[in-house]
C-alpha cells in the first residue's frame, strides 16, 4: 500500500512564509509525479503545481514568484515553500501522486490534506 502524509499547514499572517511538506510511503517503485492542489472554502479544487520526473514544474499562475516545489528523492518527499501568503491563499492543501507501486501498477494517490489560514 502506498500512503501520502501532509505537514506543515497553519495559522500565519499576511506576508508571512510557510512550507508544507509531502511524505509518500509503502511499496513504491517509483514516484511519478507529485502536484499540490488546495480547496478554498466554497470553491473548487485548484491545482497549485506538479513537478514530474523530479524536475519538471508547472505552476497556477496565481503563485508564480511566491511558491516553490522541491522534492528529495532519497526521502519520497515533496516540499511547498509557500512565500508572501495572502488570505487569498487560505484553503486546504493536498498532496496527490502518481506512483508506480512495487508490483508495478500504477495508481493516483492522495492525501487526507492540511489546512493554510493566512490573517489579514
Known amino acids: 500500500q502506498v500512503q501520502l502524509v501532509e505537514s506543515g499547514g497553519g495559522l500565519v499572517q499576511a506576508g508571512g512564509p510557510l512550507r508544507l511538506s509531502c511524505a509518500a510511503s509503502g511499496s513504491i517503485f517509483r514516484i511519478n509525479a507529485m502536484c499540490w492542489d488546495r480547496q478554498a472554502p466554497g470553491k473548487q479544487r485548484e491545482l497549485v503545481v506538479a513537478?514530474?520526473?523530479?524536475?519538471?514544474?508547472h505552476y497556477a499562475d496565481f503563485v508564480k514568484g511566491r511558491f516553490t516545489i522541491s522534492s528529495d528523492n532519497a526521502k519520497n518527499t515533496v516540499y511547498l515553500q509557500m512565500n508572501s501568503l495572502a488570505p487569498e491563499d487560505t484553503a486546504v492543501y493536498y498532496c496527490?501522486?502518481?506512483?508506480?507501486?512495487?508490483?508495478?501498477?500504477?495508481?493516483?494517490?492522495w492525501g487526507k490534506g492540511t489546512l493554510v489560514t493566512v490573517s489579514a
Open positions: 513537478i514530474t520526473g523530479g524536475s519538471s514544474t
Open positions: 496527490n501522486a502518481r506512483i508506480t507501486s512495487l508490483s508495478l501498477e500504477t495508481n493516483n494517490y
